[in-house]
């Protein structure tokens, strides 16, 4: 059988850790056949350390057979080392009377701290998804604190977003969610970002032909997803969280295993495509073969699209110039 991988996640004794580490565990992420050590990192607060503590003896009364390990630690270094995959979920969510200033710096210091962290003890070719909000600003935190690793291996999470928006997609053209493809989500993990069904198919019709309505593109379908977050806190008075964790393990399977020609969804690192400047980590249609994602290039931008583009960029630039001089 095949030699266990080592996968890091932080934030574990959290809801979406709680909902992740099982599927992980089971074989949902890196195939039935991947055996995997879990490393896992808390902070070091004894009531955080108890609730991993508790986690991990019901990964244990699981019995997966994928299972070849579970650590618990509270400092980075230790639960980084020689890790092949890095799911960075704990942050520091936003307190009352917060500023935006102020949480900025705060996951500064958590994502500079691992990034250095990994850069010293991790795997060469670790691939790390970071979950934790403001996602593509840790992510590029995280990147620029880790200069010996691959830039391009420091990705974020905009599968939930992408996923959220073929949900809408399917209910509203009255098609199954798994025939939708090529679609994608532009920019920041944040309502600003832009789902794009522009090139999107069902059962092989154009999605864009289907619905036939700018009107609602904009003003239903963009807020429904860009809001979705803020309706299932409403809804359930806590954060999504095993959904989140869903797209974890999507983003991290299709970049590990491939996706088959599909386009996906991935907050990455611009090598400058579609203007946007290099190093900004960005949502973009890519497609992964080989354990390496490609950004697909080439797609039409249309006057709609580029004002979109626009506003989550500059969105994203003003949280990464909040945070250059930490760096
Ligand atoms: P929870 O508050 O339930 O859990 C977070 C856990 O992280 C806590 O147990 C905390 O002790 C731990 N933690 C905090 N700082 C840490 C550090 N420096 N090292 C290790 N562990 C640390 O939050 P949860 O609902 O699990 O959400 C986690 C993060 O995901 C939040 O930042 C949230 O905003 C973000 N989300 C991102 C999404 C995305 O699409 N990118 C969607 C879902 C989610 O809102």
Redesign the pocket.
């Known amino acids: 059988s095949k030699t266990p991988v080592r996968v890091a996640v932080?934030?574990?004794?959290?809801?979406?850790?709680?909902a992740l580490l099982f599927r992980i565990a089971s074989g949902e992420m890196l195939g039935k056949d991947q055996p995997v050590i879990l490393q896992l990192?808390?902070?070091p607060?004894e009531k955080?350390q108890n609730?991993l503590k508790g986690v991990i003896m019901e990964l244990e009364d699981c019995a997966f057979p994928l299972l070849a390990g579970v650590e618990a630690h509270s400092d980075?270094l230790q639960a980084f080392k020689d890790t092949d995959y890095a799911l960075l979920?704990?942050?520091?969510?936003r307190g009352p009377g917060m500023e935006r200033a102020d949480l900025l710096a705060a996951n500064a210091q958590?994502f500079t701290?691992?990034g250095k962290a990994l850069n010293a003890v991790a795997s060469r070719n670790v691939k790390v998804l970071?979950?934790?909000?403001p996602?593509n600003t840790n992510a590029y935190i995280a990147m620029k604190s880790a200069p010996d690793l691959p830039a391009k291996n420091f990705t974020?999470?905009?599968?939930?977003?992408h996923n959220r928006a073929a949900s809408q997609l399917a209910a509203k053209t009255g098609t199954a969610v798994g025939d939708i493809k090529k679609l994608t989500v532009w920019g920041n993990?944040s309502p600003t970002m832009y789902a794009d069904y522009r090139f999107a198919t069902t059962n092989g019709k154009s999605i864009k032909d289907l619905v036939n309505d700018q009107v609602w593109n904009a003003d239903t379908f963009l807020p429904t997803v860009g809001k979705r977050?803020a309706a299932i806190i409403a809804a359930r008075g806590?954060?999504?969280?095993a959904?989140?964790a869903n797209?974890a393990i999507d983003h991290m399977r299709d970049w590990a295993l491939g996706s088959n020609g599909e386009w996906v969804t991935m907050g990455v690192p611009s090598n400058g495509e579609y203007g946007i400047p290099a190093g900004v980590v960005f949502g973009f249609p890519v497609t992964t073969a080989g354990g390496e994602y490609k950004i697909v290039e080439g797609l039409e931008i249309d006057a709609f699209s580029q004002e979109r583009i626009n506003i989550t960029l500059a969105e994203l630039q003003g949280e990464q110039d909040g945070v250059k001089h930490l760096l």
């Open positions: 932080t934030g574990a004794a959290g809801q979406i850790g709680y990192l808390e902070i607060d955080a609730a980075p979920v704990g942050a520091r969510p958590i701290a691992q970071v979950v934790g909000n996602a974020a999470m905009l599968r939930l977003d993990h977050g806590l954060s999504s969280a959904s989140a797209a």
